[in-house]
Structure formats: structure tokens, C-alpha cells
T-cell receptor
Framework: ETGVTQSPTHLIKTRGQQVTLRCSSQSGHNTVSWYQQALGQGPQFIFQYYREEENGRGNFPPRFSGLQFPNYSSELNVNALELDDSALYLC??????????????FGPGTRLTVL | AQSVTQLGSHVSVSEGALVLLRCNYSSSVPPYLFWYVQYPNQGLQLLLKYTSAATLVKGINGFEAEFKKSETSFHLTKPSAHMSDAAEYFCAVSVPGGYQKVTFGIGTKLQVIP
């Protein structure tokens, strides 16, 4: 069973640019969640996708957007990058939704640095 | 809204000693609770989860946690620390219904001293 993979592993951008991060879910998983983990902090929930629809969002501005594809892979897009967007971005996939207790399996993350 | 508070951002124990990492939660409904471990430059791995069944939950690598509703706590323990346990540990909470939003604590970095 293939685990959750993310690309790229590291990325450096400048303020104002746009970035796309990618995630490949674990086989058989139809739900993906994205988290932002700033240095020295716990992960913060950005949003969740279930069967290609966003079904939950945390306290992040609209310039954070996402997509989930029919094969359940996913993208996180961030427009107009700010210095505070520098963080580790984690993707997690799971089998179900609606507050299920299904375990979320995390990828290794993408380290984004905004200069 | 649900939240967790992890007491102690850094904990040091000697190899072979008891590991105790503290977590208190806040939730308006019966919660689901989780402990995750994160090794340097890696994603998070689930250690154990509480989903309203047995209050004492056993996880991987010899860890366990006890859900105590009266104390709103979900502390993580391991009887004997191993060098490989050195990592950062996150307590997290979610609630039934809606979507599976998981709220994490700030993390506790565990140092194991030989």
C-alpha cells in the first residue's frame, strides 16, 4: 500500500508570488486535508476535500485554495505569498468524512520559504 | 470549538524512566482524541486514538493514554523511555459530525538522556 506523498519537498518563493503544492493520497482514500505547520507550532487546519468538494475550512484567507482530482490527488494553491506563509505544509488522507474516526495518514510535508 | 493544551513544550527523561506527556482538552461535545509523533523532517504518525470506547487506549511503540472526562485530560505515558522515543509529540482533538477537522496542540518535544 503506497503512503501519502507530497511534492516538492522544499520550495523557495518571494513575497507576492503564487505557489502550488501537490499531494498524492494513500490508495483507497477519498478524503484529503491540508495543514500549515509554522516553526515551533502544531499543525493548523486549512481545509478538507471529500470526493472533489471542499467540505470544511479553517481560519485561512481565500488566497489559500485547493483542488481534489478524480484520482483523489490534491493541490494546495497559495496566491500573493506573504512572509508569514513560510511553513511546513502537510497533507493527510483518510477513508471517510463526516467527523469519522478514520485515521488520517500524513505525508512528509513541503517546506515553503517565502523571502 | 474544540482545543487542546499541552503542558510543557520540552520534557526530558532518562533512558528507562517513565514518560508522561500531558494534554488537556476542551470540547462542548464528547471528543475524539489523538496523539501523534513527529520525527525531524518527517510528517506525523498516529500513536493512538480515543473514540469513546475503552478509556485506556494502547498505541504503538509501547505508548498508552487514558481518557479522563472528569479531568478533561488525555495524558500520554510509556513505562520505560528508549532513545528512539526522542521526537515531538502532538495531542489533537476532533468532534463527531460535519467534517473531520483535527485541532492540534502546540507540541511537546521529548528528549531522552542516555
Amino acid at each position: 500500500e503506497t503512503g501519502v506523498t507530497q511534492s516538492p519537498t522544499h520550495l523557495i518563493k518571494t513575497r507576492g508570488q503564487q505557489v502550488t503544492l501537490r499531494c498524492s493520497s494513500q490508495s483507497g482514500h477519498n478524503t484529503v486535508s491540508w495543514y500549515q505547520q509554522a516553526l515551533g507550532q502544531g499543525p493548523q487546519f486549512i481545509f478538507q476535500y471529500y470526493r472533489e468538494e471542499e467540505n470544511g475550512r479553517g481560519n485561512f484567507p481565500p488566497r489559500f485554495s485547493g483542488l481534489q482530482f478524480p484520482n483523489y490527488s490534491s493541490e494546495l494553491n497559495v496566491n500573493a505569498l506573504e512572509l508569514d506563509d513560510s511553513a511546513l505544509y502537510l497533507c493527510a488522507s483518510s477513508r471517510g468524512t463526516s467527523g469519522s474516526t478514520d485515521t488520517q495518514y500524513f505525508g512528509p510535508g513541503t517546506r515553503l520559504t517565502v523571502l | 470549538a474544540q482545543s487542546v493544551t499541552q503542558l510543557g513544550s520540552h520534557v526530558s527523561v532518562s533512558e528507562g524512566a517513565l514518560v508522561l506527556l500531558r494534554c488537556n482538552y476542551s470540547s462542548s461535545v464528547p471528543p475524539y482524541l489523538f496523539w501523534y509523533v513527529q520525527y525531524p523532517n518527517q510528517g506525523l504518525q498516529l500513536l493512538l486514538k480515543y473514540t469513546s470506547a475503552a478509556t485506556l487506549v494502547k498505541g504503538i511503540n509501547g505508548f498508552e493514554a487514558e481518557f479522563k472526562k472528569s479531568e478533561t485530560s488525555f495524558h500520554l505515558t510509556k513505562p520505560s523511555a528508549h532513545m528512539s522515543d526522542a521526537a515531538e509529540y502532538f495531542c489533537a482533538v476532533s468532534v463527531p459530525g460535519g467534517y473531520q477537522k483535527v485541532t492540534f496542540g502546540i507540541g511537546t518535544k521529548l528528549q531522552v538522556i542516555p
